[in-house]
């Protein structure tokens, strides 16, 4: 059983959940990392080793599952969570009348019916825990619809609204809920393709995954809301409210997934 701080990750095998963990373990914290893929888990316990960390599939889309993974990891940490990171999640780019109807659903069913189960199952263990934070990762696409990624894009809205409503309720019992929106961040959910056409500088410049876990450490210290990464997207929001039109179009000339680029 043990005294340390404790954090539950999902989508910890994955880019910016593995870069969490391994801060995490840097920072002396107790980790249960959790992920859909069995073999990328098995490599990141080869590489974390399993002092203070414990690993185990789950689907976060499986309420039931989530429970499983929630009560044995509590069995550790005398029911103590003091972050829930939600951070697993996938993505398709295309048209969204070209994309199959199945993958609409898919990518609905993990980001953001899986977070709710996630909050939903956790919240007596941050209920338990003082001053514990509920974090997931929206998206700077949760700041204005994008074009290509459709269902992703309001996925990640619907983070971005649910975050903003239980931190109001979770605030009587101590918990705060926050979320982080990044840019485009370096992980196997970027293509190739699209990196090496991504410019050098500004808020679409490619930001290492280590940067979102620093900004993990940083929120459990801070009562902010929205974590923007890189910070200069906190301006292309307001942008949005002043003109979604003309936003728009320049997101069309100049976005990451711009279908004229
Ligand atoms: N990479 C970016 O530029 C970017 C930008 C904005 C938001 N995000 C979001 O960041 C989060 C992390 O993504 P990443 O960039 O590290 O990508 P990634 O693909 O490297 O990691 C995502 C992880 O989620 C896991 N996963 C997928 N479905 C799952 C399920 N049903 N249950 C449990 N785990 C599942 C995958 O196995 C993978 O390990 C996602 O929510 C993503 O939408 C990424």
Same mark, same amino acid.
């Given at each position: 059983?043990t005294e340390?701080?404790?954090?539950?990750?999902?989508?910890?095998?994955?880019? #910016?959940?593995? +870069?969490?963990?391994?801060?995490?373990?840097?920072?002396?914290?107790?980790?249960?990392? %959790?992920?859909?893929?069995?073999? =990328?888990?098995?490599?990141?316990?080869?590489?974390?080793?399993n @002092?203070?960390?414990?690993?185990?599939q789950?689907? !976060?889309?499986?309420?039931?599952?989530?429970?499983?993974? &929630?009560?044995?990891? +509590?069995?550790?940490?005398?029911?103590?969570?003091?972050?829930?990171?939600?951070?697993?999640?996938?993505?398709?780019?295309?048209?969204?009348?070209?994309?199959? %109807?199945?993958?609409?659903?898919?990518?609905? @069913? $993990?980001?953001? $019916?899986? !977070?709710i =189960?996630?909050? %939903?199952?956790a919240?007596?263990l941050?209920?338990?825990t003082?001053?514990? &934070?509920?974090i997931?990762t929206? /998206?700077?696409?949760?700041? #204005?619809? #994008?074009?290509?990624?459709?269902?992703?894009?309001?996925?990640?809205?619907?983070?971005?609204?649910?975050?903003?409503?239980l931190?109001?309720?979770?605030?009587?019992?101590?918990?705060r809920?926050?979320? $982080?929106?990044?840019? !485009?961040?370096?992980t196997?959910m970027i293509?190739?393709?699209?990196?090496? =056409?991504?410019?050098?500088?500004?808020?679409?410049r490619?930001?290492?995954?280590?940067?979102?876990? =620093?900004?993990? *450490?940083?929120? %459990?210290?801070?009562?902010k809301?929205? *974590?923007?990464?890189?910070r200069?997207?906190?301006?292309?929001e307001?942008? !949005?409210?002043?003109?979604?039109e003309?936003t #728009?179009?320049?997101?069309?000339? /100049?976005?990451?997934?711009?279908?004229d680029?």
């Amino acid at each position: 059983m043990t005294e340390l701080k404790t954090i539950f990750i999902t989508g910890a095998a994955g880019g #910016m959940g593995s +870069s969490t963990a391994k801060l995490f373990k840097e920072k002396g914290w107790f980790i249960g990392c %959790y992920d859909i893929n069995k073999g =990328n888990l098995e490599n990141l316990e080869k590489e974390l080793g399993n @002092n203070n960390i414990i690993y185990g599939q789950l689907d !976060v889309t499986d309420k039931g599952q989530f429970e499983e993974c &929630l009560n044995s990891f +509590s069995l550790k940490t005398k029911n103590k969570l003091d972050i829930l990171f939600n951070n697993a999640g996938i993505t398709e780019g295309g048209f969204f009348e070209e994309i199959p %109807y199945q993958n609409h659903i898919n990518i609905i @069913n $993990i980001n953001i $019916i899986g !977070v709710i =189960n996630g909050i %939903y199952s956790a919240s007596k263990l941050l209920k338990n825990t003082p001053n514990s &934070l509920c974090i997931s990762t929206s /998206s700077s696409s949760g700041i #204005m619809g #994008m074009e290509m990624i459709a269902t992703y894009s309001a996925t990640k809205h619907a983070v971005k609204g649910l975050t903003e409503s239980l931190s109001a309720e979770f605030s009587r019992f101590d918990t705060r809920v926050s979320d $982080i929106l990044p840019g !485009v961040i370096d992980t196997p959910m970027i293509s190739n393709e699209i990196k090496s =056409n991504l410019p050098k500088d500004g808020i679409w410049r490619l930001i290492s995954s280590s940067e979102i876990a =620093n900004t993990v *450490w940083e929120s %459990y210290h801070s009562n902010k809301i929205h *974590w923007y990464v890189p910070r200069e997207l906190e301006a292309l929001e307001k942008q !949005v409210a002043e003109s979604p039109e003309k936003t #728009m179009e320049k997101l069309k000339k /100049s976005g990451p997934l711009s279908s004229d680029s």
